[in-house]
Structure formats: C-alpha cells, structure tokens
C-alpha cells in the first residue's frame, strides 16, 4: 500500500524490470497487488514506466481516490503493471 497525502502532484516511477527483478524471485507469470491511496483533495499520483516495466491502463490516481494494480513478470527482466480498479 502506497499512500500520498502531499500537497502538490506526485510522479511515481516504476522499478527497471532488472532492479524487480534483482529484488524478487517471481517466474514468468506470476507478480503482485499492490494499491495507490491518495488522500489530498486535489493533487494526482502518476505512475509512470521504465525500462523494461510498462504500464496499461489509466496510470493517474486522482485526488481522495484510490487505485489498484496488478504488476506481472513477462519475461526475464521485463514487467507489465495493469490498472485493475479505481476508487
């Protein structure tokens, strides 16, 4: 869970595929859940891509909103990060 209260807008890079995968032991197919809460009225959380980590769907959480997202291992040294839902 990633929680943002800041007052101004947030970017939030995603890890290269090489550093997710240095720090994990997924296969290929399996990954994560993980969850954006922003809670400031007006400021937006973006979630942008790297090297080797793409992003599809809506990346921009809104303000007082949430966001749910499924990142996968591909292939070696390569993810995918989905939108699932928006709150």
């Known amino acids: ?3 943002s209260s800041a007052a101004s ?10 550093l997710t995968d240095l720090g994990s032991s997924f296969a290929i197919g399996e990954g994560f859940e993980w ?7 007006s400021n937006t959380v973006t ?6 980590h793409t992003i599809v769907g809506e ?5 007082d ?3 749910l997202f499924l990142t996968l ?3 070696v040294d390569t993810y995918v990060t ?3 839902s928006g709150v």
């Open 65 to 67: 909103s949430s966001g």
């Open 1 to 3: 869970i990633i929680t």
């Open 59 to 63: 990346a921009v959480v809104a303000g």
């Open 82 to 84: 989905y939108r699932k």
């Open 73 to 75: 291992k591909t292939a």
């Open 35 to 41: 969850f954006i809460s922003d809670t400031h009225a």
């Open 9 to 18: 807008n947030v970017v939030a890079t995603l890890d290269t595929g090489v």
């Open 47 to 52: 979630v942008t891509a790297s090297t080797g």
